[in-house]
Nanobody
């Protein structure tokens, strides 16, 4: 099991940027595929981005491609989500998640451990 704590959320105007961080503790961080998901009010949790254990593979949902970048620092046990050109439709609670696997999944039910979430609000 790994414990996850997100930070970096906040209120930003459309077109602005935020960088989310997710600090992990517990088991060996580099053994986990890491994902970012988000959930807007009244909507289901949706996949945003995922990064492989070594960081050599990344995938994004279509709506954030070219605007968001996922990265990780295994020495710091941290995964990041750089969000640029933010839009009001990006408003949601953002969660990081860990999957103890070498495979890369985009579905939430594959992930074993979750953070508590951080709110991102984009005003128009």
């Amino acid at each position: 099991q790994v414990q996850l704590v997100e930070s970096g959320g906040g209120l930003v105007q459309a077109g602005g940027s935020l960088r989310l961080s997710c600090a992990a503790s517990g088991r060996t961080f580099s053994a986990y595929t890491m994902g970012w998901f988000r959930q807007a009010p009244g909507k289901e949790r949706e996949f945003v981005a995922v990064i492989s254990r070594s960081g050599d593979r990344t995938y994004y949902t279509d709506s954030v491609k070219g605007r968001f970048t996922i990265s990780r620092d295994n020495a710091r046990n941290t995964v990041y989500l750089q969000m640029n050109s933010l839009k009001p439709e990006d408003t949601a609670v953002y969660y990081c998640a860990a999957d103890f696997s070498m495979l890369v999944y985009t579905t939430a039910n594959r992930y074993d451990d979750w953070g508590q979430g951080t709110q991102v609000t984009v005003s128009s």
